[in-house]
């Protein structure tokens, strides 16, 4: 298996984009990602990109050849993958297999989604399809009320807080204030969760990611050609994914993602490092608990402990790992096909130097990204090592 | 013909009330003046996900589970109702699936005001007595509407009851049914429209009166019984006043009157009424008790029945009992009230 | 149209009576249907079968910004819970009051509507659960 680089990364700015279209949002970043690569679009062998729902969404689907054709890169082969919020870090998967396997030396991955064409309402059905359409959308059950559930009993076994999950939303918009592409660069405080009304309880409209438009993208190159394009290439050290059923109800645990913990065990082992080994953290912080989840899962903090774990300063820049330095799903919003994508880039920019000064991290070497499907029926994590 | 009669019960009223105080006040009326002319303090409400299938289904399934029987048994559903969730689809083929009796039954719905659901139990009665089938379910159930500001506003509720008819282990068997049937324009609604018309003081003498009296006195000529052989008497209870003077008017004191009055508390649920205050008295009946039940429903007719409990009444039980359901409740206003029953213009 | 009325129909066993599916080889019950058993894969011997009506709250939210077709059913809660044979499904649980909605509640099943798409289509009808009083 050859190891694999990321030489170029772009994006959009994520929000709510009344004059952008899909295509528009794609190439933008597409175009970006190569810009920053250094690299020719005929170098590029391959295109996959991970998208959701653009057939609920926008009634368009065949996104593997919506991208190679706006693009303008036909007749190259263009893949898309689908698992729900999870669709862009499984694309950067795929991407990666593709190289290691040999298949391809030059691939461009993309996350995408345009959201904000349809009502709030319909949106929500939409996204319930990251879940058990038959048993949970038809009960009235959103994404929301699905991770209410994991909230309520987390409190209940382990005395978790509302405010230690408002801390998690408060923290990541403290550090979006900084960051360009996200959609809410505002500060907020406990107080404004805690007043923020009741989605599904106990989570408030606060404690829960936006819906956005936005894509992201980056250029993966086997690591032996790196340096042809760039002299800060960034090594993907391991890349694992995972499963669990579709339904938060057959789950065996309410409070925590097995998949997550099964796919980190095997990240680990990849890349040979343990969680004390990594340097920063992009969690897939759909809902506040989520992040408070990932943190156990991922093995920072021993379960039922993140609540107090993240209260403690230990996410803080500085802390034991800094988490979510972009502003995470929360602040930077989550166009749910392209935040796998986006999470990943944010890993290298810090990697790299490239992020914003206040909140970049010194000589940064190891960084994980952390992309969740749904309720956790699907995780994909990533750890990146610098390469210069 | 062989002996038949009734095998189980079930009774769904909704949890949630609604007092005539609350309506009055809405309408600017005298909330405890209406009370006391109607009999009526408060009545039962569906709530937004309640129809009359639901409440179809609920007392169906306390019915079977009552009698103790392998629903496949049922060889017909009659599910009587004035306000069917589908204009065409029958309810009856709902229960069906909800019980899992099919598919080798027969099955249809029935309108006939206030008594779609005891025509349903004479239907039934006449194919296990032939021995066309072994038993049969019909089915009272509402969630009858009044037309806000109307004096049925007070009135109409939501409920239902199911009873099954068969010929092994009956708890109380039907000795006779008889009939009275006429065409009087005392109460209607028409095809698609929402709310139903009364002809005011009509309703009462030429319709409700005229046919629940002269069934009465027919079933008793047939039966060879007085008012004094019975332990109990039902009327269809439109209101807490017009069963009390029926029974009066055929010699029936207020004592034999009472236990199958439900309407004062639960308001009139329609199709389930009459069915429902029976109900309330075999929850009580002992073993040799006579009763009479007088259903009447507007159009009009009267389906009479001279019921005798068996000895079996105390080795079956029924799931919750009539005054459980009427104690179990909550109190809604009247915004809740027309929200859950679609009275807002958008729903 | 939310859901199609095929998938409706195929799913009134399910939804009327909670017809789920047992292993008969390592006696797991499931909820909805399956076709592979998780624990036996193609070892498991599958049948239908009906599931209790009656379990216990594990989780339990209460819903205020709803998707299309529950908009006026707001506020409801929705459960996890766990049938007596250990079986998990989600649910709404309607008819109890605020207090007793809570982990360890006991629920029964109740035949209520979930939802209608408009006046004019079909009423998809299924179960719910309430505290037993």
Not at chain 2, 131 to 153: C, F, H, W
Request: hydrophobic share 40%; net charge neutral.
């Amino acid at each position: 298996m050859r190891k694999v680089s990321i030489i170029g990364v772009g994006q959009t700015t994520f929000g709510e984009h009344w004059s952008l279209s899909l295509r528009d949002l794609v190439t933008e970043a597409g175009i970006k990602a190569l810009e920053n690569a250094n690299v020719e679009g005929k170098d590029v062998q391959a295109l996959f990109g991970g998208c959701m729902a653009s057939g609920r969404f926008i009634g368009q689907e065949h996104i593997g050849a919506l991208m190679a054709d706006q693009m303008g890169m036909n007749p190259l082969p263009a893949y898309r993958t689908e698992a729900a919020c999870a669709s862009g870090g499984v694309a950067l998967r795929l991407a990666y297999m593709a190289i290691a396997g040999g298949m391809y030396d030059v691939v461009a991955v993309g996350g995408m989604e345009k959201m904000t064409d349809v009502s709030t309402e319909d949106a929500a059905v939409a996204l319930a399809g990251a879940g058990d359409q038959e048993s949970e959308l038809f009960n009235g059950a959103t994404f929301p009320a699905i991770y209410a559930l994991m909230a309520r009993r987390h409190m209940h076994d382990f005395g978790t807080t509302e405010e230690q999950m408002a801390l998690c939303a408060v923290k990541n918009h403290g550090h979006a204030v900084h960051n360009p592409y996200a959609q809410f660069r505002k500060a907020i405080t406990v107080g404004d969760v805690m007043k923020s009304g009741y989605i599904a309880s106990p989570l408030k409209l606060l404690d829960c990611s936006p819906l956005t438009d936005g894509a992201a993208a980056m250029v993966l190159c086997a690591s032996d050609k790196a340096n042809e394009y760039t002299d800060k290439p960034v090594e993907i050290a391991a890349s694992a994914q995972a499963s669990d059923t579709l339904a938060l109800h057959e789950r065996r645990s309410l409070t925590g993602l097995h998949a997550t913990e099964v796919a980190a065990k095997d990240a680990y082992k990849q890349a040979k490092i343990t969680p004390k080994d990594i340097d920063l953290l992009e969690c897939h912080d759909c809902f506040s608990i989520a992040q408070i989840m990932a943190l156990e899962d991922l093995g920072f903090c021993k379960k039922g402990t993140g609540g107090r774990f993240v209260e403690e300063g230990n996410t803080d820049l500085g802390g034991v790992i800094p988490t979510n330095l972009s502003g995470g799903l929360k602040a930077v919003g989550h166009p749910v096909g392209a935040s796998g994508v986006r999470e990943a880039i944010d890993v290298v920019r810090q990697l790299r130097g490239d992020a914003p000064a206040p909140v970049q991290i010194k000589d940064a070497e190891i960084g994980l990204s952390h992309n969740v499907g749904g309720s956790g029926a699907t995780v994909v994590v990533h750890a990146f090592k610098r390469g210069f | 013909m062989s002996k038949a009669g009734i095998i189980g019960y079930g009774v769904s009223i909704p949890h949630w009330r609604i007092k005539t105080t609350e309506i009055a006040r809405v309408w600017g009326k005298d909330g405890e003046h209406i009370a006391a002319g109607l009999g009526v303090k408060e009545k039962a409400v569906g709530g937004f996900d309640e129809d009359s299938a639901t409440i179809a289904v609920e007392a169906s399934r306390r019915a079977v589970k009552m009698a103790g029987i392998d629903a496949q048994k049922i060889g017909a559903i009659f599910v009587g109702s004035e306000s069917k969730p589908y204009a065409v689809k029958p309810t009856a083929t709902i229960v069906t699936d909800a019980l899992m009796a099919g598919p080798d039954l027969m099955a249809a719905d029935y309108e006939f005001a206030c008594k779609a659901g005891t025509a349903g139990v004479q239907t039934c009665l006449g194919l296990v007595k032939s021995n066309m089938i072994d038993v049969g379910l019909a089915v009272g159930a509402d969630t009858a509407q009044g037309r806000p500001g109307d004096a049925l506003e007070f009135s109409a509720a939501s409920g239902g009851a199911a009873f099954l008819v068969g010929r092994d282990h009956v708890i109380a068997e039907i000795n006779h049914t008889y009939s009275f049937t006429t065409d009087t324009p005392d109460f209607w609604r028409r095809q698609h429209e929402e709310f139903p018309m009364h002809a005011g003081r009509f309703t009462g003498d030429p319709a409700y009166f005229k046919h629940v009296i002269s069934c009465a006195k027919k079933t008793m000529q047939i039966a060879g019984t007085k008012a004094t052989d019975y332990a109990h008497v039902v009327f269809h209870q439109p209101n807490g006043k017009f069963p009390v003077r029926a029974g009066a008017m055929l010699g029936f004191s207020k004592e034999q009157v009472q236990t199958g009055l439900i309407t004062p508390v639960i308001g009139n649920t329609y199709s389930g009424a009459s069915m429902i205050g029976l109900a309330a008295v075999l929850d009580v009946a002992k073993s040799g008790d006579r009763i009479l039940c007088v259903s009447y429903g507007s159009g009009a007719g009267s389906d009479g029945f001279d019921i005798t409990v068996t000895s079996e009444i105390g080795k079956r039980k029924p799931v919750v009992k009539v005054q459980d359901l009427v104690a179990h409740k909550e109190y809604i206003d009247y915004a809740t009230y027309i929200k859950n029953r679609r009275k807002l213009k958008s729903l | 149209m939310r859901e199609a009325l095929p998938l409706m129909w195929r799913n009134i066993p399910e939804r009327y009576n909670l017809l789920g599916t047992r292993c008969e080889t390592c006696g797991k019950s499931y909820f909805p249907q399956r076709k592979v058993c998780p624990t036996c894969r193609r070892k498991g011997k599958l049948a239908e079968a009906k599931m209790p009506e009656t379990g216990k709250i594990v989780s339990y939210s209460q819903v205020f910004v709803a998707p299309s077709g529950f908009e006026h059913d707001t506020p409801y809660f929705l459960a996890v819970v766990e049938l007596d044979n250990k079986a998990t499904l989600l649910t709404q649980i309607v008819d109890s009051k605020a207090e007793a909605v809570k982990e360890g509640a006991k629920v029964e099943m109740v035949f209520r509507k979930i939802y209608e798409d408009s006046p004019e289509g079909a009423i998809a009808y299924g179960y719910k659960f309430r505290v037993i009083p």
